[in-house]
């Protein structure tokens, strides 16, 4: 259950685009479409903003959106705010009937 | 509104045991299969068990198997994860979230409870 692949950290400036992506395997993220992103603010509980790869929950703003090829999802954030500053967690289940998380991404907004 | 509150966390020594409950609200709790995720501190999520909504499957993280339970009560809307002979690397904050689509989705969360494993 090795943990999906997420850069450290990426950056952008606030009305640009920024995408996050999220490596696995064929055993996961390139097995099933069931890829979640999460966002977290320091503190806080995860929020859920990606299901299924690209679907938003209500509620959350479709500024951000998801997509996948292969064993890579990737999460895009558009029209950058300040407010999105924060810590994103892309998660898959897998083949062993588990879930794995990403390591994390945290975001600037320069 | 979906309401989850984490309780039973505290202070643990090395090789000792500790339960946490999670009371639901605001949804058809057995309607809904359930997880434990845990977030070292300063690190990153884990995902650690899921149950389904009846109870009767049950699925564990390689690290935490055999050592960590759950369960749930369904005429409680209460949700629990037994944890036993716990070791220095179990220490952080658990929380528990409502599973969408099985536990694939973890669609609401609970604020949390810290576990600190230490002698």
């Known amino acids: 259950q090795s943990a999906l692949t997420q850069p450290a950290s990426v950056s952008g400036s606030p009305g640009q685009s920024i995408t996050i992506s999220c490596t696995g395997t064929?055993?996961?993220?390139?097995?099933?479409?069931?890829v979640s992103w999460y966002q977290q603010h320091p503190g806080k509980a995860p929020k859920l903003i990606i299901y299924?790869?690209?679907n938003r929950p209500s509620g959350v703003s479709n500024r951000f959106s998801g997509s996948k090829s292969g064993n890579t999802a990737s999460l895009t954030i558009s029209g950058l705010q300040a407010e999105d500053e924060t810590d994103y967690y892309c998660?898959?289940?897998?083949?062993?009937?588990?879930?794995?998380f990403g390591g994390g991404t945290k975001l600037t907004v320069l | 509104e979906v309401q989850l509150l984490e309780s039973g966390g505290g202070l643990v020594q090395p090789g000792g045991s500790l339960r946490l409950s999670c009371a639901a609200s605001?949804?058809?709790?057995?309607?809904?299969?359930m997880s434990w995720v845990r977030q070292a501190p300063g690190k990153g999520l884990e995902w650690v068990s899921a149950?389904?909504?009846?109870?009767?499957?049950?699925y564990y993280a390689d690290s935490v198997k055999g050592r960590f339970t759950i369960s749930r009560d369904n005429s409680k809307n209460t949700l629990y994860l037994q944890m036993n002979s716990l070791r220095a690397e179990d220490t952080a904050v658990y929380y528990c979230?409502?599973?969408?689509?099985?536990?694939?989705?973890?669609?609401?969360w609970g604020q949390g409870t810290l576990v600190t494993v230490s002698s």
């Open positions: 064929s055993s996961d993220v390139g097995g099933y479409n069931y």
């Open positions: 299924d790869v690209s």
């Open positions: 605001g949804f058809t709790f057995n309607n809904y299969a």
């Open positions: 998660s898959s289940y897998t083949t062993s009937s588990t879930l794995v």
């Open positions: 979230a409502k599973g969408a689509g099985g536990f694939r989705v973890l669609g609401y």
């Open positions: 149950i389904s909504g009846g109870g009767s499957s049950t």
